[in-house]
């Protein structure tokens, strides 16, 4: 951490924890993507507030008051991936709770990272039924990401002035809102993109993840990014620059604190063993009346719950 650095801080589920991921004694800001985010930006500060098993909702009531009160530059979000494996999934609350937050944040000065969740791995494994229902909730938590993210973008003269305001007006700046993909991120690595679980990044699509976050906060002009080109400093009606290609990112992971060894097919299956089947035996209780019910719906042809038309209002 850096004297002058941004404050970044984290919310949203296991993802933002770093499960999945590992670090040692050359990581001081601990596991995860966000947390490695944080060092390539050279953080002041860096406050994790994600837990394991959060919702949409448990981020507004329980992590973003805290979140506000650190007044952070950067804030990074994902979360959605308990939600749809609960049974009163709703699409809609997932929108609206990710609109609730992302417009508080920004409000604050703060610039917010989104994340597009990826296929459930362990659902991959099932009847094809069964896949397309939660790839359909899946797709549903996406489409919620893009709605807030596109009603975050400034529309207006009006808005665009605003969120250009300095510390010295009445009303802070507003931050801006960045989108990044865990499937994109983790989709060359083969077997070393997921832990054990199927479920979360592994240690290095952790770091994959959080190198394009960094590329694409340099482009959008809130950090300094070796070999990234902030696209917002591009003079009206002149040629973006390219995306900067996977040798910065790359880069960027290098920089990154040393990955352990990727875990041992032995361990794996010792950790399906002692930790997967019963965190699968109680989550089922809960999740599997919806799962049928999701199912069955899927079978009569009903259409799954959308979020874009309940898309938030601009902000």
Known sequence: MTSRGPVFVALGDSISAGVGDSADDDAPLGAGWAAHLAHLAGARSFTNLARNGARTRHVVTDQ?????????????LVVGGNDVLRSDFSA??????LSTAVTALRDCG?????????AIGLFELMPSTVRRVMRDRVAAVNEAVDAVAQAARP????????????????????GVVVVVDIGGAARDLGPTAWHADRVHPSALAHRRLAADAAVSLGRAGVLTVPGVE??????????????????VVDALVAALPEMPAPPSFGSRALWLLVAGIPWCLKRGRDFLPGLVRAVAD??????????????????
């Not at 703060?110 to 990826?118: D, E, T």
């Open 92 to 97: 809609f609350d997932v929108a609206r709770d």
């Open 155 to 174: 529309r207006t003269v009006e808005q665009i002035a605003a969120a250009r305001r300095g510390p010295g007006n009445r009303r802070p700046r507003q």
């Open 110 to 118: 703060c610039s917010v990272v989104l994340a597009r969740l990826p």
């Open 230 to 247: 902030p696209v917002v400093a591009v003079a009206p009606g002149a040629k973006l620059p390219p995306p900067p290609g996977p040798g």
């Open 64 to 76: 973003l008051p805290h979140a506000l009160d650190l007044m952070p530059d950067v804030a990074t």
């Open 298 to 315: 899927d079978v009569r042809g009903r259409a799954p719950d959308r979020p874009e038309s309940h898309a938030p209002r601009p902000v």
